[in-house]
T-cell receptor
Framework: EAGVAQSPRYKIIEKRQSVAFWCNPISGHATLYWYQQILGQGPKLLIQFQNNGVVDDSQLPKDRFSAERLKGVDSTLKIQPAKLEDSAVYLCASSLVSLGELFFGEGSRLTVL | QKEVEQNSGPLSVPEGAIASLNCTYS??????FFWYRQYSGKSPELIMFIYSNGDKEDGRFTAQLNKASQYVSLLIRDSQPSDSATYLC?????????????FGKGTHLIIQP
């Protein structure tokens, strides 16, 4: 069974530029999460989707971050404009059902200069 | 604000000894508790989860939960050098469909050969 796929694995941008990350969850997984992990810290939930609807985006900085999950499968997380403090690994995770085990992708490492 | 606290370490343990990792959480409504292992540059992987007070054993790993004290721990018996990693404690509080995990900062464990 294929795992959670993410791309790009690495991205370097200048502050105020924009960036987008893509996630393809495990086939059939209804729930998808985006986490931000800053170096030395634990992952922080940004947004949770159930199918293509947003369940929780309370910690998403909506002035610069946006996310969508069209057709309830793939998801894209966008940052515009980026700030230095956005440098982090962006982890996508999926679970078969709500309250199920989370499976993480390898992450997308963002460096903002 | 839901918080999960862990000692960041590093915690150094001789090979073959028992490693004890601890975690406290702030929200008494938390319902399930998870331990993840994260190697440097890799994504978190689930080791164990526990829902009920008491102990839960899985091979060399034992998770302990005390809801009255809001305390979770992970014991690793017969520690191996391959156990050297960061261990993340995570707590799930579900409500209104939102069930994302809240993570601690992690404890860096070093097993000395």
């Amino acid at each position: 069974e294929a795992g959670v796929a993410q791309s790009p694995r690495y991205k370097i941008i200048e502050k105020r530029q924009s960036v987008a990350f893509w996630c393809n969850p495990i086939s059939g997984h209804a729930t998808l999460y985006w986490y931000q992990q800053i170096l030395g810290q634990g992952p922080k939930l940004l947004i949770q989707f159930q199918n293509n609807g947003v369940v929780d985006d309370s910690q998403l900085p909506k002035d610069r971050f946006s996310a969508e999950r069209l057709k309830g499968v793939d998801s894209t997380l966008k940052i515009q404009p980026a700030k230095l403090e956005d440098s982090a690994v962006y982890l996508c995770a999926s679970s078969l059902v709500s309250l199920g085990e989370l499976f993480f992708g390898e992450g997308s490492r963002l460096t903002v200069l | 604000q839901k918080e999960v606290e862990q000692n960041s370490g590093p915690l150094s343990v001789p090979e073959g000894a028992i490693a004890s990792l601890n975690c406290t959480y702030s929200d008494r409504g938390s319902q399930s508790f998870f331990w993840y292992r994260q190697y440097s540059g890799k994504s978190p992987e689930l080791i164990m989860f526990i829902y009920s007070n008491g102990d839960k054993e899985d091979g060399r790993f034992t998770a302990q939960l005390n809801k009255a004290s809001q305390y979770v721990s992970l014991l690793i018996r017969d520690s191996q050098p391959s156990d050297s990693a960061t261990y993340l404690c995570a707590v799930r509080y579900s409500g209104g469909g939102a069930d994302g995990l809240t993570f601690g900062k992690g404890t860096h464990l070093i097993i000395q050969p």
